[in-house]
């Protein structure tokens, strides 16, 4: 929790949304997501609770 705030790491997104992390890479890298601008010390992505929501939004998107 920062400034009120609840952030996710990559690992802790794909396993509640239940995808791979290279999938969400892949979205990510692919531009179907937007990256997050969000980022600890080590460099690490830091998800909020609306940014798992599009995640899982695209998870059950059917193309």
Request: hydrophobic residues 35%; proline residues 2%; glycine residues 4%.
């Amino acid at each position: 929790m920062l400034r009120g705030q609840r952030y996710f790491r990559t690992t802790e997104v794909c396993r509640m949304v239940g995808i791979s992390r290279s999938t969400l890479l892949r979205w990510l890298s692919s531009g179907a997501l937007e990256d997050t601008p969000r980022r600890d010390r080590r460099d690490w992505r830091l998800f909020t609770e609306a940014d798992i929501k599009k995640i899982e939004d695209e998870a059950t998107t059917l193309r």
